[in-house]
C-alpha cells in the first residue's frame, strides 16, 4: 500500500467517523425527546436533532472539499 493510498483511507475513515458521530447524536436526540417532559427537553432534543442533521450533510462534504485533489495547471 502506497503513501497516498494510506492518506484516502484514513481521509475515508475520518468522514466516515463523521457520519457516525452525527447517527449517536441522533439517536441521542431522540432517546431525550422520547422522555421529554419538559418544554426544554424537548427543544434541546430538537436542537441535537438538527444539529446532528447539519453534521451527517456538511462535514464530511467540507472535508472532501477541502482535501480535493487540486487541478493539472
Same mark, same amino acid.
Given at each position: 500500500?502506497?503513501?497516498?493510498?494510506?492518506?484516502?483511507?484514513?481521509?475515508?475513515?475520518?468522514?466516515?467517523?463523521?457520519?457516525?458521530?452525527?447517527?449517536?447524536?441522533?439517536?441521542?436526540?431522540?432517546?431525550?425527546?422520547?422522555?421529554?417532559?419538559?418544554?426544554?427537553?424537548? @427543544?434541546?432534543? =430538537?436542537?441535537l *436533532? /438538527? #444539529?446532528?442533521? %447539519?453534521? @451527517?450533510?456538511? =462535514?464530511?462534504? *467540507? /472535508? #472532501?472539499?477541502? %482535501?480535493?485533489?487540486?487541478?493539472?495547471?
Amino acid at each position: 500500500m502506497t503513501e497516498a493510498d494510506r492518506i484516502a483511507r484514513n481521509r475515508y475513515f475520518l468522514m466516515m467517523g463523521a457520519n457516525c458521530v452525527g447517527v449517536a447524536g441522533a439517536v441521542l436526540a431522540l432517546l431525550i425527546l422520547g422522555r421529554a417532559t419538559t418544554t426544554e427537553l424537548t @427543544m434541546l432534543g =430538537i436542537a441535537l *436533532m /438538527l #444539529a446532528s442533521f %447539519w453534521v @451527517m450533510a456538511a =462535514i464530511p462534504k *467540507m /472535508l #472532501a472539499r477541502r %482535501w480535493r485533489t487540486p487541478p493539472e495547471a
